[in-house]
C-alpha cells in the first residue's frame, strides 16, 4: 500500500489534500502527532518513510524539507512556488504535452503549478509552442479569484460578520508586478517577457476566471486555428 506523508498538513492546502487522501482504501496517510509537526527529525523520518510527500509548505520550509529527504525513491510533490521554474523539477501540468506528461510520470520531483499560472499557461503556451503566437508578445492577464487563496488570514476576514463593506467589491493587488506567479508564466509558456498581470480577488469561496485579451495582429493565424488547437 501507498505511504504518503502531507508536510504542512495543518494549512489550508494540506488539509484539503488529506481530506480527499482519507477516502482512498490504496493509501496509508502518514501522520505526526501535534507536539512533533514541527520537529525536524520527526518531519525527516516521516519523509523518509512515505512513497510520497506533498509538502504544503512556505518556500523556504519546502526548500529544507526536500534537503531532509535522502530516500531516492521518495517522490516529492511540492505544493509551494520554491521549485516551479527550478532545474531537475518537473511541472505538474501534464495536460501542456507529452514531454510534460512524461516528466510528471516519471519524475521524482514535482511541483505543483500555481493558481493563476495555471489558467495563463493553458490559454498561452499551446498558442506559443505551434507558432500562433511569437515568443516576444507583450500580454496582459486579468484572473478574478475566491478568497480562499488567500489562506486562512483572508478566510476569516471575508467571513468576519464585521468585517469592512470594502470587501463586498473585487479589490486588485499585486500592482508591483513582483506576484510570485510570474516566474513560471513566463518560463512554462517560453515568453520572452512575463505578462502585465492584475490579479483581483472578489467575494466568493474559491474558483478563478482568467483572460487573456490579443490584438488581432498578434496571432499568426486565425481565430479558427485557435479554436482548434484548444479542442
Same mark, same amino acid.
Given at each position: 500500500?501507498?505511504?504518503?506523508?502531507?508536510?504542512?498538513?495543518?494549512?489550508?492546502?494540506?488539509?484539503?489534500?488529506?481530506?480527499?487522501?482519507?477516502?482512498?482504501?490504496?493509501?496509508?496517510?502518514?501522520?505526526?502527532?501535534?507536539?512533533?509537526?514541527?520537529?525536524?527529525?520527526?518531519?525527516?523520518?516521516?519523509?523518509?518513510?512515505?512513497?510520497?510527500?506533498?509538502?504544503?509548505?512556505?518556500?523556504?520550509?519546502?526548500?529544507?524539507?526536500?534537503?531532509?529527504?535522502?530516500?531516492?525513491?521518495?517522490?516529492?510533490?511540492?505544493?509551494?512556488?520554491?521549485?516551479?521554474?527550478?532545474?531537475?523539477?518537473?511541472?505538474?501540468?501534464?495536460?501542456?504535452?507529452?514531454?510534460?506528461?512524461?516528466?510528471?510520470?516519471?519524475?521524482?520531483?514535482?511541483?505543483?503549478?500555481?493558481?493563476?499560472?495555471?489558467?495563463?499557461?493553458?490559454?498561452?503556451?499551446?498558442?506559443?509552442?505551434?507558432?500562433?503566437?511569437?515568443?516576444?508578445?507583450?500580454?496582459?492577464?486579468?484572473?478574478?479569484?475566491?478568497?480562499?487563496?488567500?489562506?486562512?488570514?483572508?478566510?476569516?476576514?471575508?467571513?468576519?460578520?464585521?468585517?469592512?463593506?470594502?470587501?463586498?467589491?473585487?479589490? =486588485?493587488?499585486?500592482?508591483? =508586478?513582483?506576484?510570485?506567479?510570474?516566474?513560471?508564466?513566463?518560463?512554462?509558456?517560453?515568453?520572452?517577457?512575463?505578462?502585465?498581470?492584475?490579479?483581483?480577488?472578489?467575494?466568493?469561496?474559491?474558483?478563478?476566471?482568467?483572460?487573456?485579451?490579443?490584438?488581432?495582429?498578434?496571432?499568426?493565424?486565425?481565430?479558427?486555428?485557435?479554436?482548434?488547437?484548444?479542442?
Amino acid at each position: 500500500m501507498t505511504k504518503v506523508f502531507i508536510d504542512g498538513s495543518a494549512g489550508t492546502t494540506g488539509l484539503r489534500i488529506h481530506q480527499r487522501l482519507a477516502q482512498r482504501q490504496d493509501i496509508t496517510l502518514l501522520a505526526l502527532p501535534e507536539e512533533l509537526r514541527k520537529d525536524d527529525a520527526a518531519r525527516q523520518a516521516a519523509l523518509n518513510e512515505c512513497d510520497i510527500a506533498f509538502l504544503c509548505l512556505p518556500d523556504a520550509a519546502a526548500k529544507q524539507a526536500v534537503v531532509l529527504v535522502t530516500d531516492p525513491n521518495t517522490v516529492i510533490i511540492d505544493a509551494s512556488t520554491a521549485h516551479r521554474t527550478a532545474s531537475g523539477w518537473a511541472y505538474g501540468f501534464p495536460e501542456l504535452g507529452d514531454s510534460f506528461a512524461q516528466a510528471v510520470k516519471n519524475g521524482k520531483r514535482i511541483a505543483v503549478p500555481g493558481c493563476h499560472a495555471s489558467g495563463f499557461i493553458a490559454l498561452v503556451q499551446p498558442l506559443v509552442s505551434v507558432g500562433l503566437l511569437a515568443k516576444d508578445a507583450l500580454l496582459p492577464c486579468h484572473s478574478v479569484t475566491g478568497y480562499s487563496g488567500g489562506s486562512k488570514a483572508m478566510i476569516a476576514q471575508y467571513e468576519n460578520s464585521a468585517r469592512s463593506p470594502l470587501l463586498d467589491a473585487p479589490r =486588485q493587488y499585486g500592482l508591483s =508586478q513582483q506576484h510570485k506567479h510570474l516566474p513560471e508564466m513566463q518560463a512554462i509558456t517560453g515568453l520572452e517577457s512575463p505578462p502585465i498581470f492584475c490579479p483581483i480577488v472578489a467575494d466568493f469561496y474559491s474558483g478563478m476566471a482568467v483572460t487573456v485579451p490579443l490584438f488581432a495582429s498578434q496571432l499568426k493565424g486565425s481565430a479558427k486555428d485557435v479554436c482548434q488547437l484548444y479542442l
